[in-house]
DNA sequence: AGAACATGATGCGCGGACGGTATCAGGCCA
DNA sequence: TGGCCTGATACCGTCCGCGCATCATGTTCT
């Protein structure tokens, strides 16, 4: 195999046309520069250069050579500058785990924060719940996570994004809706209940749990996402807590009343990463992400 | 700069995540192999293996690094064998230079001809007059030209690929037409003719004046090119001496009579090229040619 | 015609770079 | 704690490629 250096001879003298020439132009002396131009074409197997004793000419292989040398010549430049550019971080690739409902709201303003002050990295987004997220956390298959507490804080760095009110879903035309008050938990005594999946949204379930006692015979469903759990509240199944930008999915018939709840914003979302990724744009994508208010109000609610 | 020893170090540890078996993949032992590595990073100025003690991992800028040294040495390998390729003249571009009117017919035999033999041979069309095509060829512009004689047999190599009748251009409905006979030169006594140019064609010229004594006030145009010579006939000019396979330009108003000449087919077009053409794809692309028989009758003529 | 000049190619000697052998340093496992 | 795995380091010999000097040959100027 030739090397970049007798690439190089080789351009020098087909850019020259004249071996004294061009090896002046690469700072050395002509004869090494004669070898080298034979053992490249002895190597490639073509002669690539006519030359007599008044000058040089470029063969029709040579010719063709010399775009690909250049080429070469040219990515091999740009190929450590790349690295660099992907090791500080300001291009590459972020890796986005995201629930489809829950995160609704939030994850605009993230890909917007991040489009903007890093540009050159691309953004991969992969809808899953939070179990698969922790999981493809660890395993490195994503970069950063929009999820709920609790986590390893040995494992995982995290910081709070988003806190909201916990809403009531109730079908329209529900007797609840002509309250001219909050909701109180003992509102709904006996209200048939859509609750949330002790293993797959353990988050709002334990939420749910310390707000009022869980009574089996009310439960009509046990489902994890929020949609879903929306979709039947809408068709009339029972009531739901629900996050308060559960609202921005537009689901008709489905109305949120306020509840009256111990913390004001008792739901949380949480950026979720790896405290051993490798990945030298995330820190970056970090810093750009302080700007999250944690108390803003999502886009679309009043 | 890193050589291409360096990058297929780093691609086989890069697929091996082991310098130890990479090495013997390489015919080498590990201890080199890691220093290849290191001096690697150090020339791209990015750490690319996350190593320790027990495994390797790349990093992501080696990851993007992997992608650019693969490129890179498929590039490397692919350019000696395309090199070599066009150095055999089975791929490479051949320029043709013809005139517009008087190659009709020929020319698509020889697109045909070499593009069926040699389908990696490219072909660059130059319309050009005769002048101008000897001119190309010796300045190395085109390959090949489609010419009429004479050449200088000591720059040039020939062939006679088409042999064709002249014959008399006249104005539909002229008197002549009626003839029930091959027109005679002592028929067109006192016709106004469109004559070649002395200078631009001199071919048709010198062939034209080998048949009958040119009278100067019967000559009403001189002009160099078949087309425009026929167009003026169309409309009434005059006469004119054309080769059979100007009637393939299909102008109206324009009737081809034949004519009795010495030679019954005086009009010859050659193949002309450079002999010290360093175009390798012309040599096949000659031989190809020989398949032209010059006395074939052009497609479209009956 | 002949000398001066220009071209690229070749002979030779030296220094540096790279590969191999032997060994080290650190973490996992029994 | 001692073997065993990993990649890193020390040292040495060889080979490759550079520069210097010179050659072979063709052009050009006097």
Do not use: C
Request: no cysteine; hydrophobic share 45%.
């Amino acid at each position: 195999m030739f090397s970049f250096e007798q690439l190089r001879g080789f351009v020098a003298v087909a850019e020259e046309l004249h071996f004294g020439r061009a090896a002046e132009r690469l700072s050395m002396t002509q004869p090494p520069l004669s070898r080298q131009i034979q053992k490249l074409e002895r190597e490639v197997g073509v002669r690539l250069f006519d030359r007599d004793n008044r000058g040089v000419a470029l063969t029709p292989a040579g010719t063709a050579f010399l775009r690909e040398a250049t080429r070469l010549l040219a990515l091999a430049e740009a190929a450590p500058d790349l690295a660099r550019r992907i090791a500080s971080g300001t291009v590459g690739t972020i890796r986005i785990g995201f629930t489809a409902a829950s995160t609704f709201g939030v994850l605009t303003d993230v890909l917007d924060l991040v489009t903007a002050a890093l540009p050159q990295v691309e953004i991969d987004l992969y809808e899953m719940v939070t179990r698969e997220q922790v999981e493809a956390l660890l395993a490195h298959e994503i970069d950063l996570a929009l999820a709920r507490p609790p986590f390893d804080p040995a494992l995982f760095g995290s910081r709070l994004i988003r806190r909201e009110e916990l809403v009531v879903a109730v079908p329209a035309g529900h007797a609840l809706t002509t309250l001219d008050r909050p909701v109180e938990v003992g509102d709904l005594a006996g209200e048939p209940l859509v609750m949330h999946s002790a293993t797959k949204a353990r988050y709002f379930y334990d939420l749910v749990v310390g707000l009022l006692p869980v009574e089996h015979h009310n439960v009509v469903h046990t489902v994890s996402q929020i949609a879903t759990m929306t979709w039947l509240v809408a068709s009339g199944r029972g009531l739901a807590f629900v996050p308060r930008s559960a609202s921005l999915l537009g689901i008709a018939g489905v109305v949120h009343l306020p509840l009256v709840t111990r913390e004001p914003k008792p739901v949380e979302l949480h950026l979720l990463w790896p405290r051993d990724s490798a990945n030298p744009a995330l820190p970056l994508a970090l810093e750009t992400l302080r700007a999250l208010d944690p108390d803003a109000t999502p886009r679309g609610l009043t």
